[in-house]
């Protein structure tokens, strides 16, 4: 079964920073993080082995004008209770 929770979020580049920051920073720490996703806050248990796609896309448009895209997704097996 998976469960997904997910958001599009409108912010400022100090905003995205910070947000991105916190992340960062949970990731780097011990034990479980948790995301905020809009209005809720989801807890996960990361293993030491986290895998990292990184997609970046350039789009130039003479119609529709010019579009720039960074995708990140953190994949891994969750982490075992008393591990």
Not at 56 to 76: A, I, P, Q
């Amino acid at each position: 079964m998976a469960q997904r929770t997910d958001a599009t979020l409108s912010m400022n580049r100090e905003e995205l920073g910070n947000y991105l920051k916190r992340l960062g920073d949970e990731i780097d720490g011990e034990g479980d993080i948790t995301v905020p996703v809009d209005n809720r806050r989801v807890r996960l248990h990361p293993s030491e082995a986290i895998t990292c796609d990184v997609e970046v896309v350039e789009r130039s448009s003479l119609l529709r004008g010019s579009k720039e895209t960074v995708s990140l997704e953190l994949s891994w097996k969750p982490k075992r209770e008393g591990t």
